[in-house]
C-alpha cells in the first residue's frame, strides 16, 4: 500500500507535465506544432521546418524506407544510401558464394559499374503528408458495426484517393493513426534499382553476434551501403543497366565531431509497430502469459538448433539466418518482461487509469460516454487470456516446425486449383518451396516436432486437441520422438528434391497426393482444431478490444487535455528525439553512454564465432591509425541516447543539434527493449554507430576512400 501511495505522489509531480521528455514517435509535419519548443529547449539549434517543409527542401527528403522494413538515408549527392549491415544482410547473402564470400569478407565496388542490382529492392521517399480525417471519417457514426464502419472508410479513402494533386510518377496511401481515430495522406515516390555499394566483414558488421544483439555496452559496426539508380530524367526507373545514379533533393552532411552526453540527438525514420496506449490488464497478460509463452517455445527450438549447429557446419550455414531471426524475438521479449516488471509499468498503467475514471467520473457528459470503458476493457481483455494463449501456442509452434510450412504451400497450390490464380499461386509455391529447401535439414525438423508437439500437448487442456491428434499420439504411446519418427517416414513433404522434382514434372499428381499425405492431414487436424476451438471466439473477442481500444485513445486524448499525444507506430515516418546519456541497468550499475575499439579489442576471442576480429582491424588498432576519425587517440565505435526507437528504425540516422548526421541507429539495450508498451526514461536507450567508425572503417580498414570523398564532412563544433 504505501509502494502505492509513493507511487501516487509521484504520479501527482507529473502529471502537470504528462509527456515524459524522450517519449514520442512524432509526425514530421506537426513538428511545429507540437515539439519545435521543446526540442530547442533540449538543444536542437535548427527549427521544425528544417526537419519537414514539402515547399523547399528538408532533412526528410534525404530519408527513405529502406525495402519497407528499415530506414536508410541519402549521404551524397549521387544517391549514395546508408542503411544497417542486417538491413542489407539478405543482398549481401544472395550474392556471396564460397569464391566469392561477401559475408565473410565484405564487399566494397570499386566503381559504379561494379556495383551489384537487386531484383525486388526498392527505397521510397515521402513527398508530402496530410491530415485526411476528415473526409475519411465522413459518415462515418458510433452506431455502426465495425464491419459497416470499415466499409464506410475504405469507400471513403478510395474516392479521395482518385482527386489526389500527385505527379505521374508518384504513389500514395492513407494510413490510419489513434487506433483508426485520424487518418493521414502519404504522397511517395519509390525508386526500384536500387544497387550494392558496400558492406563490411560480419565479423564487423555483425560483431558480437546473438551474444552482443538488443545488449549494451555494443560494439557492432552494423551499417551497408547502397546507392539509388533513377532514369536520365532522374525520375523512378525500373532497373535498367544505363540508369543513372540519383540526384537527390537532398542530402546529410556528416559531422565528425562526435557527440557527448547530454547533447541533443533526433533520430528520423519509420518505426514499425507500438503499443503505448494499452489498459494495465493488457500489460499485464503481456508480461504474465504471452511474452512467457513465446519464450518458453523459442527457449525449446532454439536449444534444438543450436546443437545441430554445434556439431554440423553445413547446416551451421543454413540455420544461421533463421537462427538469429528466432532469437532476435525471443532475447526481445525477455528484455521486455524484464523492464515492464522493473519499472512496474502495470502499476503505473493503473494509477494512470485511477485518474482517468475520476476525471471521467466528475463530468456528466465523459460520464455517460467512457463511464464503464476501462471496465469493459479490463473484461474483454480477461476473456481474451485464454484464447490469446492458444493463439500464441498454436502460432509459435506452427511455425517452427518447417514440415508445417511446406504442407502449407503445397494447400495454397491445391486451394487455387481450378481457378484463374492457379499459375500463379503454383509458382509461387514453387519459389518459395525453392527457398525453404536450401535452408532444411529434416534431422533439425524432425527433432523439433518432436520436442514443440510434446509441449503443445502436454501444456495445453485436453479439450484442445484435435481428435486426430489425440489419436496418433495415442497409437505412438504419447512418446513424441516415436511419433515424429513414424510421420516422418511416412511423408514426402521432408525430401525437398522429391517435392521439387514433382512440382516440375507433374504437379497435379503431387497436389492430388498431397490431400492424403500423413504429415499434411495432421496440419489440417491442427488448424482446424485450432480454428473450431480458438480463432472464431477470438477474433470476436479482438473486434471488440479494438473497437474499445479505439475508444479509450479518444478518451484518454479528451480526459488528459494538457498532455501531448503522439500516435502508435505503424511504419510511417517519425521523428523521435532525447540527449545522448548513459544509464543504470540495476542496483550500483553505471553504463556510460560511449564505447571504443579499446572494448572491441577486450571482447576478441580469436577464431571464435562471434567475437573474432579480424587481422586488418587488430593492426589499425595497434598502429592506432585513426586518421581523421578518432578522438583523442581512440577509436569511438558505438553510443547510446534516449531517443524512443522501435523495430523498423533500424538503419536510422542519428542527427546532432544542426541536422548533421552523428550517428547510425541499429538496436535498443535490452531493459529497455519494454519502450514499445511503456517508454520509461530511466532505462530505454536506443543504440548507434559512431559515423565516425562507419568513415573508419570504409576509408581506413576496405580502403573505400573514394566513396568518402562523396560526402560532405563537417566540423560544427569548430564552427
Ligand atoms: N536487435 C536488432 C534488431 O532488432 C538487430 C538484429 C540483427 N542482429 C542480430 N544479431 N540478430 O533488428
Ligand atoms: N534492430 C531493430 C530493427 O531492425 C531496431 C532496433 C529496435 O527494435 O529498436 O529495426
Redesign the pocket.
Known amino acids: 500500500m504505501n509502494h502505492l501511495k509513493h507511487l501516487l505522489v509521484g504520479f501527482c509531480l507529473l502529471i502537470g507535465s504528462l509527456v515524459k521528455a524522450d517519449e514520442g514517435m512524432w509526425l514530421p509535419l506537426l513538428l511545429q506544432k507540437m515539439n519545435e519548443q521543446h526540442m530547442k529547449s533540449l538543444g536542437m539549434k535548427i527549427s521544425a521546418k528544417d526537419i519537414y517543409n514539402i515547399n523547399t527542401g528538408s532533412l526528410k527528403d534525404a530519408i527513405v524506407s529502406f525495402g519497407g522494413f ?1 530506414t536508410g538515408e541519402v549521404i551524397s549527392s549521387k544517391g549514395l544510401v546508408l542503411t ?1 549491415h ?2 542489407g544482410f539478405d543482398v549481401v547473402q544472395n550474392h556471396s558464394t564460397l569464391e566469392h564470400n561477401y559475408i565473410r569478407d565484405g564487399f566494397w565496388a570499386k566503381n559504379n559499374g561494379e556495383e551489384i542490382p537487386e531484383k525486388g529492392l526498392f527505397v521510397t521517399f515521402i513527398v508530402r503528408i496530410e491530415d485526411v480525417t476528415k473526409q475519411a471519417l465522413s459518415g462515418v457514426s458510433v452506431t455502426m458495426s465495425e464491419s459497416e464502419r470499415q466499409s464506410a472508410i475504405d469507400r471513403n479513402i478510395a474516392e479521395l484517393r482518385k482527386n489526389i494533386k500527385k505527379e505521374s510518377y508518384q504513389e500514395n496511401f492513407v494510413r490510419g493513426f489513434f487506433e483508426g481515430n485520424q487518418y493521414y495522406l502519404f504522397v511517395t515516390e519509390t525508386y526500384r534499382d536500387v544497387r550494392l555499394v558496400g558492406a563490411p566483414p560480419a565479423a564487423i558488421g555483425n560483431f558480437g553476434k546473438d551474444t552482443d544483439n538488443w545488449m549494451w555496452p555494443r560494439h557492432t559496426g552494423d551499417f551497408s551501403m547502397f546507392r539509388i539508380y533513377a532514369g536520365k530524367d532522374n525520375k523512378p526507373a525500373e532497373y535498367a543497366a544505363d540508369n543513372v545514379p540519383y540526384v537527390p533533393k537532398r542530402s546529410l552532411s556528416i559531422s565528425l565531431d562526435g557527440v557527448k552526453e547530454g547533447d541533443f540527438t533526433l533520430v528520423f525514420g519509420f518505426p ?1 509497430r507500438t503499443m503505448e496506449y494499452l489498459h494495465s490488464s493488457a500489460v499485464d497478460q503481456t508480461v504474465r502469459v504471452n511474452d512467457p509463452v513465446k519464450i518458453a517455445i523459442r527457449d525449446k527450438a532454439l536449444a534444438v538448433i543450436d546443437d545441430f549447429m554445434r556439431k554440423d557446419e553445413t547446416i551451421k550455414i543454413q540455420y544461421a539466418s533463421k537462427y538469429a531471426g528466432i532469437s532476435n524475438s525471443w532475447k ?1 521479449w525477455q528484455g521486455e518482461v524484464l523492464g515492464l516488471t522493473q519499472t512496474n509499468a502495470v502499476a503505473k498503467k493503473k494509477i494512470y487509469e485511477a485518474e482517468f475514471q475520476k476525471r471521467v467520473n466528475a463530468s456528466p457528459a465523459w460520464a455517460k460516454q467512457y463511464g464503464s470503458l476501462l471496465g469493459d476493457l479490463e473484461s474483454a481483455y480477461a476473456e481474451l487470456e485464454p484464447l490469446g494463449r492458444s493463439r500464441d501456442y498454436f502460432n509459435e509452434i506452427i511455425s517452427r516446425i518447417e514440415l508445417f510450412t511446406m504442407a502449407a504451400q503445397l494447400n495454397n497450390a491445391l486451394n487455387a486449383q481450378g481457378k484463374n490464380n492457379y499459375d500463379a499461386t503454383l509458382a509461387r509455391t514453387k519459389e518459395r518451396l525453392r527457398d525453404l529447401y536450401n535452408e532444411y535439414n529434416p534431422e533439425v525438423d524432425k527433432k523439433l516436432f518432436a520436442v514443440l508437439m510434446e509441449m503443445f500437448y502436454k501444456d495445453q487442456p485436453n479439450e484442445k486437441m484435435p481428435a486426430e491428434f489425440t489419436q496418433r499420439a495415442k497409437e505412438s504411446d504419447f512418446d513424441f520422438a516415436k511419433m515424429a519418427e513414424q510421420l516422418f517416414k511416412e511423408t514426402d513433404l521432408d525430401d525437398g528434391e522429391i517435392i521439387l522434382k514433382a512440382l516440375e514434372t507433374d504437379p497435379a499428381a503431387l497436389l492430388a497426393k498431397h490431400k492424403t499425405d500423413k504429415a499434411n492431414e495432421v496440419y489440417l487436424a491442427l488448424v482446424t482444431g485450432f480454428s473450431a476451438n480458438t480463432s472464431g471466439k477470438l477474433n470476436e473477442v479482438q473486434g471488440r478490444i479494438n473497437k474499445l481500444q479505439r475508444t479509450y485513445m479518444q478518451a484518454q486524448m479528451d480526459v488528459f487535455k494538457e498532455k501531448k499525444f503522439y500516435p502508435d507506430a505503424n511504419s510511417t515516418l517519425r521523428v523521435t528525439y532525447g540527449n545522448v546519456k548513459g544509464y543504470n541497468p540495476r542496483d550500483a550499475v553505471r553504463f556510460d553512454y560511449y564505447t571504443y575499439l579499446d572494448g572491441l579489442m577486450d571482447k576478441y576471442k580469436p577464431g571464435d564465432y562471434e567475437f573474432d576480429v579480424p587481422e586488418k582491424l587488430r593492426t589499425l588498432y595497434q598502429n592506432k591509425d585513426y586518421g581523421p576519425y578518432g578522438s583523442n587517440g581512440k577509436m569511438p565505435v558505438c553510443f547510446i541516447a534516449m531517443n524512443h ?6 538503419g536510422s540516422p542519428a542527427l546532432d543539434a544542426y541536422g548533421n548526421l552523428v550517428g547510425l ?4 539495450v535490452w531493459e529497455g ?1 519494454m519502450s514499445d508498451i511503456n517508454y520509461d526514461p530511466s532505462i530505454c536507450r ?1 543504440i548507434m554507430v559512431d559515423i565516425r567508425y562507419v568513415l573508419f572503417i570504409v576509408d581506413k580498414y576496405a580502403g573505400a576512400g573514394h566513396l568518402v570523398k562523396e560526402m560532405k564532412l563537417v566540423h560544427p563544433k569548430k564552427k
Open positions: 528499415c544497417n542486417h538491413c514499425g526481445k526507437t522501435t523495430g523498423g528504425n533500424s541507429n541499429f538496436d535498443r527493449t536506443n
